[in-house]
Nanobody, 125 residues
Framework: VQLQASGGGLVQTGASLRLSCGASGGTLSSGPIGWFRQPPGKGREFVAAIDWYGGAVYSANSVKGRFTISRDKTKNAVYLELNSLKPEDTAVYYC???????????????????WGQGTQVTVSS
């Protein structure tokens, strides 16, 4: 399965973006799908995840109330709605697929087998 993340861009503080994650060579319907990000000079961190089957979601405290993860089974896609963006949200955002069923959303990147190439989100102050 190859994942493609898209929708990033350069925006101002307070703006919104919608990131999309699609798959080729397979489907996303194999368990949790997660979004992670890597800020400049820092390590990769968990943002949000959704369980493909049950729809359970889990988000990092830093983005709760601002970012929303969702899935569209008919389009085989997962989305991350980013609202009220802040400069500290600047990062490369990656989507990842676990490739197996867990029955819940997962935040540990080690539990994700497939990763997309990332999309840059830059928030100016």
């Amino acid at each position: 399965v190859q994942l493609q993340a898209s929708g990033g861009g350069l925006v101002q503080t307070g703006a919104s973006l919608r990131l999309s994650c699609g798959a080729s060579g397979g489907t996303l319907s194999s368990g949790p799908i997660g979004w992670f990000r890597q800020p400049p000079g820092k390590g990769r961190e968990f943002v949000a995840a959704i369980d493909w089957y049950g729809g359970a979601v889990y988000s990092a405290n830093s983005v709760k109330g601002r970012f929303t993860i969702s899935r569209d089974k008919t389009k085989n896609a997962v989305y991350l709605e980013l609202n009220s963006l802040k400069p500290e949200d600047t990062a490369v955002y990656y989507c990842a697929a676990a490739g197996r069923r867990y029955g819940s959303a997962r935040s540990d990147p080690n539990e994700y087998a497939y990763w997309g190439q990332g999309t840059q989100v830059t928030v100016s102050s």
